[in-house]
């Protein structure tokens, strides 16, 4: 079965800083992963999606995302952090029948 | 580009009462999915459907219905409410199982 686990609930990281969230996934297929952004009061946003082509993954607003198989992880990342990004992350597996799995979801909040 | 259209955006109902949610899917999406996301939760599947038939089942109460129409909206109906049925419904739809585009959510409030 897939599953999805996400390192830390919350997440600060000054503005321009680096931006890291952390993903590891269980899959019993090669599995197809997404990371999914939550404003506030607002619906899921597709950022990017790995879908076994390239492993390093880029996405809207500065996003990208790299796939190791090695390590099952699909960890998010920015180079500079803005005031903007400030939101809910979801990292997701699709799972054998198609449904999507998210993990707990991560709280990003940037400080000034 | 067109995006999921979920109406309502809002809704308030008492226990007990029933309510009716509403999906229209990306035009050329014949797959549709629903989510329940509790606050503070992750989101949950509660079904889908392709090519209006039910696909898949996830964590839907009994109390709870859904079918897909001929212009493939979707159409999720909630009966008996529960204090604990307040959350935020999310619909998604793609393209035969591809990539999942969601939409706004509607924010069910039960008293």
């Known amino acids: 079965a897939q599953s999805v686990t996400q390192l830390g609930s919350h997440v600060s990281v000054s503005e321009g800083a680096l931006v890291l969230l952390r993903c590891n996934y269980s899959?019993?297929?090669?599995?197809?992963l997404f990371w999914y952004v939550q404003y506030p009061n607002q619906g899921l946003q597709l950022l990017l999606k790995?879908?076994?082509?390239?492993?390093l993954v880029k996405g809207i607003n500065g996003f990208e995302a790299e796939f190791k198989k090695s390590e099952t992880s699909f960890h998010l990342t920015k180079p500079s952090a803005h005031m903007s990004d400030a939101a809910e992350y979801f990292c997701a597996v699709t799972s054998e029948d198609d449904k999507i799995i998210f993990g707990k979801g991560t709280r990003l909040h940037i400080l000034p | 580009a067109a995006g999921v259209i979920q109406s309502p955006r809002h809704l308030i109902k008492e226990k007990r009462e029933t309510a009716t949610l509403k999906c229209y899917p990306i035009p050329r999406h014949d797959t549709v999915y629903w989510y329940q996301q509790g606050p503070g939760q992750d989101p949950q599947f509660l079904i889908s459907f392709y090519e209006k038939m039910q696909s898949d089942k996830g964590s839907i109460p009994d109390r709870f219905s859904a079918q897909q129409f001929s212009d493939y909206h979707s159409e999720l109906n909630m009966s008996s409410l529960e204090l604990g049925d307040s959350a935020l419904y999310f619909c998604?739809?793609?393209?035969?199982?591809?990539?999942?585009?969601f939409g706004p959510g509607t924010r069910l409030l039960v008293l």
């Open positions: 790995y879908t076994s082509a390239a492993t």
């Open positions: 998604a739809s793609s393209p035969s199982f591809s990539t999942q585009y």
């Open positions: 899959s019993s297929v090669p599995p197809y």
